[in-house]
């Protein structure tokens, strides 16, 4: 017996040992790849597919069961990740906006549907490698999986062998993986023209989004006010709130020299000088309401009056998740104030009707030992947060699962779609992300451990994808595959220079907000990277978000239907 037999079989044999070294081989090799840019852009870890390519074509392959439990496995990962970050915000991006934003993402994914259809019908080139080409050309991995999945159950419901499924679904990535590359590319050349041809001013474009941009106005300033309106001379605090409910916090008074946190009965009197906490869409009403803003700095509210003090507590009592700013009623039981709470790096105004949740961190202002009772009231202990709460990822991934198997029938289909394991847990994670702490679910995790998930999702992906399409790919391109890479450009650059268009001529968008509407719409970090480090704003990602899940959703349910439509 060969001594060396066991070490042969680990490095090219297909054994679990050998897949999972496989795995790690590429997936290592692939993230570090991904580190080089050239003219500033990466393809990042899509180098992973390429790379799993690559070693696949040469012969190292791994267990087939192995690899169709990482590709499922990682693709739910992936996009239930990106659903728990998404969903707090998801519904309220749909305000100011976000209805046009995510009408005209819809109509880019319209658009890219027709022009994979026309080409189809053109070039006689078979529907299933075409919704494979458009996946890569709007560098859409979980639609390739929803494809992948939907083709490879097709198939066998039609009779057809396990292995003829899985040739199957090997084509699509390999169409896939040629048309990704130029798909990233031509995303960033389409900016980069659209700027030119327009002539954008960058600092002037900027400029427009923070006088206009809602995100940018909601979010809470400091306003400093001296009570000079007659209408509220000797009115409580409560009275003069009531029809601006929502609107401000008072955080401190000062009366003759002396600083106080007002109450719901405190009386206004003319003179006084208030420290308020607002959004700047309300600094103009609250210029009526009081008097003229007044020269003070913070530092004017703390060196007079020392027994106050300013500090920030962290919402870590599971029991606290969920409830309103109103239902903690700080001032009255320990005498405090809240001014503001800070969510993921944003400030916001301390709303009486604001839903609180695990991980915000509340500004207050009052005297040591009150705030020290407060503290233990909502837990304050950061140590807590570091640890996952799995329950709710793993619970969600399970009725995700069971969501997306469900058939829904749509008329002149044959066969009814599934949202499969990339959009059934999708949605599932949208609605527990925004609805969770209503719920009293805990879906906080940290920014870090959630992108953690979904590099893993992802990267599992895209290492199985590679190794799956590997021994085929070559002999695609060498079939006619070349003409994939014109295909694909084809579906990118047309809808999106169409959108760009109707965009900035008919709807009069914002060049930042084009730029992260396209990115969104084309599902394409890389270029979002690319137009946040060039252009210096992070204005592009607020759009990104808004038009993602959407987006997301709709590029995994077309991919299906194509796919059903080209079985039938």
């Known amino acids: 017996m060969n001594k060396f037999a066991p070490m042969k079989e680990l490095f090219i044999g297909t054994g679990?040992?050998?897949?999972?070294?496989?795995?790690s081989v590429v997936i290592a090799t692939g993230l570090y790849l991904g580190r080089f840019k050239v003219k500033g852009v990466s393809i990042g870890?899509?180098?992973?597919?390429?790379?799993?390519?690559?070693?696949?074509?040469?012969?190292?392959?791994?267990?087939?069961?192995?690899?169709?439990?990482?590709?499922?496995?990682?693709?739910?990962?992936f996009v239930f990740s990106i659903g728990i970050q998404v969903g707090p915000g998801f519904f309220q991006s749909f305000r100011s906006g976000g209805v046009k934003l995510n009408l005209l993402a819809g109509l880019l994914v319209l658009l890219a549907v027709l022009v994979t259809v026309s080409i189809h019908l053109v070039t006689g080139e078979s529907l299933e490698t075409m919704v494979g080409v458009m996946s890569g050309a709007v560098t859409n991995t979980p639609g390739l999986g929803a494809a992948q999945q939907t083709l490879s159950e097709a198939r066998l419901s039609g009779g057809y062998s396990p292995e003829v499924a899985q040739l199957d679904a090997a084509a699509l990535a390999s169409s896939y993986a040629v048309a990704y590359p130029l798909g990233?590319?031509?995303?960033?050349?389409?900016?980069?023209?659209?700027?030119?041809?327009?002539?954008?001013?960058?600092k002037k474009e900027?400029?427009?989004?923070?006088?206009?941009?809602?995100?940018?106005?909601?979010?809470?300033?400091?306003?400093?006010?001296?009570?000079?309106?007659?209408?509220?001379?000797?009115?409580?605090?409560?009275?003069?709130?009531?029809?601006?409910?929502?609107?401000?916090?008072?955080?401190?008074?000062?009366?003759?020299?002396?600083?106080?946190i007002p109450g719901a009965d405190t009386l206004l009197e003319q003179g006084d000088k208030l420290l308020l906490v607002t959004s700047q869409d309300q600094v103009d009403e609250l210029r009526i309401v009081f008097g003229e803003e007044i020269p003070m700095h913070l530092a004017d509210w703390v060196h007079q009056d020392e027994?106050?003090?300013?500090?920030?507590?962290?919402?870590?009592?599971?029991?606290?998740?969920?409830?309103?700013?109103?239902?903690?009623?700080?001032?009255?039981?320990?005498?405090?104030?809240?001014?503001?709470?800070?969510?993921?790096?944003?400030?916001?105004?301390?709303?009486?009707?604001?839903?609180?949740?695990?991980?915000?961190?509340?500004?207050v202002v009052g005297t040591e030992a009150s705030i020290k009772e407060a503290a233990d009231a909502v837990g304050n202990q950061p140590a807590r947060l570091n640890?996952?709460?799995?329950i709710p990822i793993f619970l969600g991934i399970a009725i995700g699962i069971i969501f997306g198997s469900l058939p829904i029938r749509f008329p002149g289909i044959p066969q009814p779609v599934k949202l499969g394991l990339a959009g059934g847990p999708l949605i599932i994670a949208i609605l527990l992300g925004h609805f969770g702490p209503r719920w009293k679910i805990i879906t906080y995790s940290t920014s870090s451990a959630n992108l953690m998930m979904r590099e893993i999702g992802i990267s599992f992906f895209l290492a199985a994808v590679g190794l799956g399409a590997g021994e085929s790919f070559v002999a695609s391109l060498l079939a006619g595959g070349w003409w994939w890479i014109l295909y694909g450009f084809l579906i990118t650059v047309i809808p999106v220079l169409t959108v760009m268009l109707v965009s900035r001529l008919v709807f009069k968008l914002n060049f930042y907000q084009i730029?992260?509407?396209?990115?969104?719409a084309t599902t394409d970090p890389a270029a979002l990277a690319f137009a946040q480090d060039a252009y210096g704003t992070d204005y592009p990602s607020v759009n990104y978000a808004t038009v993602y899940p959407l987006t997301m959703f709709l590029r995994v349910l077309v991919a299906q239907i194509l796919i059903l439509f080209a079985v039938a």
């Open 45 to 77: 870890s899509t180098w992973i597919l390429f790379l799993g390519i690559l070693l696949s074509h040469f012969g190292l392959r791994a267990d087939p069961t192995v690899l169709s439990f990482m590709k499922d496995f990682g693709l739910i990962l």
């Open 307 to 363: 027994h106050l003090v300013i500090k920030k507590i962290t919402v870590t009592k599971p029991s606290v998740n969920g409830k309103m700013v109103r239902e903690l009623n700080l001032r009255a039981t320990y005498g405090i104030q809240i001014t503001r709470v800070n969510r993921s790096g944003v400030d916001l105004v301390a709303r009486p009707n604001l839903i609180l949740q695990l991980g915000d961190i509340l500004q």
């Open 16 to 23: 679990i040992a050998h897949s999972i070294l496989l795995f």
């Open 206 to 260: 900027k400029a427009q989004l923070d006088r206009e941009d809602p995100s940018a106005s909601s979010a809470a300033r400091r306003m400093h006010c001296e009570v000079e309106n007659p209408a509220i001379f000797g009115k409580t605090v409560a009275e003069v709130m009531k029809g601006h409910e929502g609107k401000f916090v008072i955080s401190r008074i000062m009366r003759n020299g002396k600083i106080s």
């Open 387 to 390: 640890k996952p709460n799995l």
């Open 184 to 202: 990233v590319l031509a995303v960033i050349m389409l900016m980069m023209l659209f700027k030119g041809v327009f002539r954008i001013d960058l």
């Open 515 to 520: 730029c992260g509407l396209v990115c969104g």
